[in-house]
């Protein structure tokens, strides 16, 4: 009898966890509205990079960061002949830095990215736009 209980114990404790695994996490939902910032996925890969590319929602569009120094490039690509790159900051934020200080991370507005400097922790607004002299890239500081 004790061994019937014990295996019906077993039996459901893995189904219960089997439906949990099953679940998509909040936290990994593509486009999830917390906090007002878009978790598409993890841009932070463990080998560090130079370089960067983060998508946007508008298709065939991507930002490319500069990671070291923060400087962003707007990157579209195209079946035909419309593939470019364009400026979107004027200058970078730092003349040097180390390989992965800068990240961007999406909001909710499809033309707005936050940029953090990982090391300081200053934060910038970054608006892009289809047209180049649209773009910027602002500080968001402090309140004193």
Request: glycine share 4%; charged share 20%; hydrophobic share 35%.
């Amino acid at each position: 009898m004790i061994k019937i209980i014990l295996i019906i114990c077993l039996f459901l404790s893995l189904t219960t966890k089997a439906q949990i695994m099953g679940e998509v996490s909040p936290i990994i939902k593509p486009f999830s509205v917390e906090n007002e910032l878009v978790r598409v996925s993890n841009y932070q890969s463990p080998t560090p990079a130079k370089y960067r590319l983060y998508p946007t929602k508008t298709p065939s569009t991507f930002l490319r960061l500069n990671t070291t120094n923060g400087f962003i490039d707007v990157v579209q690509y195209s079946n035909d002949n419309n593939r470019m790159i364009y400026v979107l900051s004027n200058r970078p934020i730092l003349d040097s830095g180390t390989i992965d200080r800068f990240t961007l991370y999406p909001t909710l507005n499809n033309w707005i990215f936050l940029l953090l400097d990982q090391f300081e922790g200053n934060t910038y607004q970054v608006g892009w736009s289809k047209d180049p002299e649209k773009s910027y890239v602002l500080q968001i500081r402090k309140e004193e």
